[in-house]
């Protein structure tokens, strides 16, 4: 199966673009701090379906009529055929890193490397925009896409336990902060 991978244009962001984003948890990160770096064992928990989709308000869903050029923000997409199977959303973020604000490959289209097409595609992105590399944040109960990050190059260099917590002070989570760092 050919995959496309292709900058999303003015004229196609008005396009829906259904791609389902679902995963299964059936385990968690567990953190610990050894020598200055973190480490991590996963701890099985009973499994569940989630989306990110389903979690965002609408009230602060985020706008993506911006109009910041091409070095500042962009979205590609990860085509088969003339359906939609992936997209990444990348910026140039505070700290120079690029920042992947989004990543996303259709529940039925994983396990065929468009991830990792995505990756190399933001990683051509931030060295042509001279950034020091590439930084995203994640969840440690997405255990799958830890490990992607991490077959990707990426290292763990931080988290924070609190984040989610202004959504849903039950809300148990940890957000974990994974880094690309070119040489």
Not at 33 to 52: A, C, D, G, R, W
Not at 99 to 115: C, P, T
Not at 121 to 128: P, R, T
Not at 157 to 166: E, L, N, P, S
Request: aromatic fraction near 10%; charged fraction near 25%; hydrophobic fraction near 40%.
């Amino acid at each position: 199966m050919d995959i496309i991978i292709k900058e999303q244009l003015a004229e196609d962001e008005h396009k829906p673009i259904n791609i389902d984003g679902s995963f299964t948890v059936d385990g968690v990160l567990v953190l610990s701090l050894q020598n200055n770096q973190i480490t991590y064992t996963v701890q099985q928990v009973p499994p569940f379906e989630k989306s990110y989709a389903d979690e965002v308000p609408e009230e602060i869903d985020e706008d993506d009529s911006d109009d910041s050029d091409d070095l500042e923000r962009i979205v590609y997409l990860a085509i088969a055929g003339d359906r939609v199977v992936g997209q990444i959303k990348l910026k140039r973020n505070w700290n120079k890193y690029a920042y992947i604000e989004e990543i996303l490959v259709d529940k039925q289209y994983r396990g065929l490397n468009i991830g990792k097409k995505l990756i190399q595609q933001a990683i051509q992105w931030a060295k042509v925009g001279k950034m020091p590399g590439i930084m995203l944040e994640t969840q440690n109960n997405n255990v799958a896409a830890c490990k992607f990050y991490e077959s990707c190059g990426f290292v763990l260099g931080g988290f924070d336990a609190f984040v989610y917590k202004g959504l849903d002070q039950t809300n148990n989570e940890i957000a974990l902060y994974w880094y690309l760092v070119f040489e």
